[in-house]
């Protein structure tokens, strides 16, 4: 169940078939947050806003994102 490593390599080729899927995108992201890999989880979140920008569950973890590098401003931007 905690097998981050293969989860991670499982979402990257799942996002080289289906590079535009904003929800691979996310999942792939929250695989590298709880690895506490925030910069890389940023760039997957951002991919992920860039084609959807509606897309709350991303924009809720890039503000936690932030949150954990210490940009507060940033957090409460995204969560505005």
Do not use: S, W
């Not at 979402?11 to 590079?19: A, D, F």
């Amino acid at each position: 169940l905690n097998d981050f490593a293969a989860a991670e390599a499982l979402y990257r080729e799942l996002i080289e078939e289906k590079p535009g899927d904003e929800t691979l995108l996310y999942r792939y992201a929250r695989c590298l947050f709880v690895q506490e890999r925030y910069d890389d989880a940023e760039k997957m979140l951002g991919a992920a806003i860039r084609r959807n920008p509606r897309y709350h569950d991303a924009h809720l973890l890039l503000a936690r994102v932030y949150e954990k590098n210490g940009q507060f401003a940033a957090a409460v931007f995204e969560l505005e």
